[in-house]
Each structure stands twice: as structure tokens, then as C-alpha cells.
């Protein structure tokens, strides 16, 4: 055996291990979302995801606030607040979708550096 062959037995520890069984099977939709929330991003996957909801309710209230403006003025600065919480949610979930595709990206390099100590212990 060389010692990258050595290097990479050792890198893949317990822990490395026990992460490959989970990525055994190619996970669906809702479980890559479910799987986001652990780690050590939990906290603020979980803070993105209930700012979604809170943003998205302040483009609801600045809609309808939009709807009652009398003035354009008003209607001006209620339409900004309406655009900008839109934008918000969309940032936030694209935030989580990048989130999300950071794992998988991980999935697949983990299943690639057991593949090569496969096969350099064959």
C-alpha cells in the first residue's frame, strides 16, 4: 500500500462511515429538504425557512395595503415594500435550494472518495 492509499484509509473514519450507509439510497425531494435542517447549519436553515413565512406575510400585508392606498404616494411605497418582501422570499428560498444542493454535492464526493478506497484496496 502507498501512502496516499494509507492517507485516505485513515481519512475516512467512523463518522465518514456511518454518513455513506445514509447516502445509500439516492434520497427524494422532501428528504434532501428534511436533511438540511441537520448539521451544523441546522440553526439557520431553520431561521431562513420561518423568514420565508414571515416575509412572505409582510408582501400579503403590503398587497393589501397597496390595494387600499389612497394616494400615489402610498400607492408607491406600499407597491416598494410589496416588490421587496417578493424579492426577499425569492432570495430566501433560492438560499435554500443552494443549501440543499451543497449536500447533495457532498453526497457525491464522499460516494467518490469510498469508491477510490475501494478500489485501492482491491
Sequence with gaps: ??????????????DD??????????????TQFAD???GSMK???GFAFVMT??????????????WLADT???YAMWGLGA?????GVGMLKMW????????????EIKRLELQMVRQGAA
Excluded at 3 to 12: F, G, K, V
Excluded at 53 to 66: E, P, S
Excluded at 83 to 87: E, I, K
Design 17 to 30: 462511515a456511518a454518513f455513506l450507509k445514509s447516502l445509500d439510497d439516492e434520497p427524494g425531494l422532501m
Design 53 to 66: 413565512f414571515v416575509v412572505f406575510g409582510l408582501a400579503i400585508f403590503c398587497a393589501y395595503q397597496l
Design 83 to 87: 416588490w421587496f418582501c417578493l424579492n
Design 72 to 74: 400615489a404616494r402610498e
Design 36 to 38: 438540511s435542517f441537520h
Design 96 to 107: 435554500m435550494w443552494m443549501r440543499m444542493n451543497h449536500l447533495a454535492t457532498l453526497r
Design 1 to 14: 500500500m502507498t501512502t496516499t492509499n494509507e492517507t485516505l484509509h485513515r481519512a475516512l473514519d467512523d
Design 43 to 45: 440553526f439557520w436553515t
